[in-house]
């Protein structure tokens, strides 16, 4: 069982920055995609991006690309979502995910809450 522990969030003000972290328990199969979701009060969850083991295939939603980058160090099990850029409609709680293929994900993290002031 991999288990996902989410760090970095917190409160900013608008076109300010946060990174994120996305630690694994433990390097496997199972965490060969790894990414980031978020849900706002009222919304569904929604992806923001996800990352292959290698790094050769990153994807972003169309409302974080340019502001968000997503890289992972694998020798830390571990996976950074640098955000930049923030803006209100950033306020969400942001979720680790991990899976073997790309757009299924088997484990999820306890979400880690992201504010972003106006």
């Known amino acids: 069982q991999v288990q996902l522990v989410e760090s970095g969030g917190g409160l900013v003000q608008a076109g300010g920055s946060l990174r994120l972290s996305c630690a694994a328990s433990?390097?496997?199969?199972?965490?060969?995609?790894m990414g980031w979701f978020r849900q706002a009060p009222g919304k569904e969850r929604e992806f923001v991006a996800a990352?292959?083991?290698?790094?050769?295939?990153?994807d972003y939603a169309d409302s974080v690309k340019g502001r968000f980058t997503l890289s992972r160090d694998n020798a830390k099990n571990t996976v950074y979502l640098q955000m930049n850029s923030l803006k209100p409609g950033d306020t969400a709680v942001y979720f680790c995910?991990?899976?073997?293929?790309?757009?299924?994900?088997?484990?999820w993290g306890q979400g880690t809450q992201v504010t972003v002031s106006s």
């Open positions: 433990e390097r496997t199969f199972s965490t060969n995609v």
């Open positions: 995910a991990a899976g073997i293929v790309w757009s299924s994900y088997k484990y």
């Open positions: 990352i292959n083991w290698s790094g050769g295939r990153i």
